[in-house]
């Protein structure tokens, strides 16, 4: 006999989240179960996809979702950058970062946003790692994330930057895009192999931010810098590494009493505000950290 109090609501009744993710390689993301587990405790029907497209795909997954009207999607790398081409809106941060990690599939505009620089934010305060206002800091890559992070520190105040990069060129053009908004900002760009100015930067610096996957599983022992010990006293380090959730340049740092934090804090708060963004609707951020923590420690 049918249960008279089982009320089965069904998807055209409730309304439907499909979401998914671009990019390439993402056997180890944790997205999905970020996103799936906050709709769950909501009581939400949201189902969330990664998808590993080829480049020559990208317009076709990007238009594809659209017309099966996808809420949104998250882009990561390498194409963060590459899918403004088939935004219809984007924000004036993402215009000037160049790079969005985050489609909202709007009537029928698709609109490019950038959660990053301010989950990084976020995560910085929620750290206590302090105030940014007229601080030096050491940047080491100059891909969409260093790019998204400065964007942050410079809006929060920051005074001088070095950017340390494999490629030179790329740290160049980063900073000349930053001091043609910003002509207050300092700044140099170096080679990530040139150790002694490395060195030299740190024994001032008050920040040091890694924007590489150097110390990423499966290689966690690696750093991506050589550290000495006489950094200043009160630098902070914010790793934007996330698995390991301790990665060795944070090790590295707490080990010489230097205050330092990974990138989980920043991880849980783009995806809130993305959330926010496809559903309107604020996530609990423990149960998608508690999502991630778990999804980390068994897959990672
Ligand atoms: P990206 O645009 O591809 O840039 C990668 C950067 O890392 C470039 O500067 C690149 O240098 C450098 N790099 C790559 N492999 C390297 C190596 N083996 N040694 C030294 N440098 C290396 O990527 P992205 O979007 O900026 O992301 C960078 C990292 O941040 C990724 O690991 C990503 O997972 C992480 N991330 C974390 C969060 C978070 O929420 N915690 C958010 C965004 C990104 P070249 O320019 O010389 O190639």
Not at 51 to 74: H, I, R, S, W, Y
Not at 79 to 95: G, N, R
Not at 170 to 198: G, M, Q, V, W
Request: charged share 25%; with cysteine; proline share 4%.
């Amino acid at each position: 006999m049918a249960n008279e109090n089982l009320k089965l609501s069904s998807p055209v009744e409730r309304e439907t989240y499909l979401l998914g993710l671009l990019g390439q390689r993402l056997e180890h993301t944790v997205s999905p179960v970020i996103h799936e587990a906050a709709a769950l405790e909501m009581g939400m029907d949201l189902y969330y996809f990664p998808f590993e497209v080829e480049p020559d795909d990208l317009k076709q997954a990007v238009l594809g979702m659209k017309a099966l009207k996808f809420a949104g999607a998250n882009v990561t790398i390498p194409y963060k950058e590459k899918v403004l081409q088939y935004a219809d809106e984007m924000s004036e941060v993402v215009e000037f970062i160049g790079a969005a990690n985050t489609l909202i599939f709007r009537g029928d505009k698709i609109i490019a946003e950038n959660t990053d620089w301010k989950g990084f934010l976020r995560s910085w305060e929620e750290m206590g790692m302090g105030s940014v206002q007229g601080n030096f800091a050491v940047v080491i890559g100059s891909g969409g994330a260093a790019d998204a992070v400065l964007y942050a520190l410079v809006e929060s105040g920051l005074g001088r930057v070095h950017v340390f990069n494999r490629n030179r060129k790329r740290a160049e053009k980063l900073l000349d895009k930053f001091t043609t908004k910003y002509p207050h900002l300092l700044s140099e760009s170096y080679f990530l192999s040139d150790e002694t100015n490395i060195a030299e930067s740190l024994k001032s610096a008050d920040i040091l931010i890694n924007a590489t996957p150097v110390g990423m599983y499966p290689y966690i022992d690696d750093l991506p810098i050589k550290l000495r010990d006489d950094i200043n006293s009160n630098l902070r380090c914010y790793d934007l590494v996330y698995n390991p959730i301790k990665s060795r340049l944070v090790e590295e740092m707490e080990k010489r009493n230097r205050k330092a934090a990974g990138g989980l804090g920043m991880l849980i708060y783009q995806a809130a505000l993305s959330f926010e963004l496809w559903t309107g609707m604020e996530p609990d951020l423990v149960t998608m950290r508690n999502a991630a923590l778990n999804a980390l420690v068994s897959g990672g």
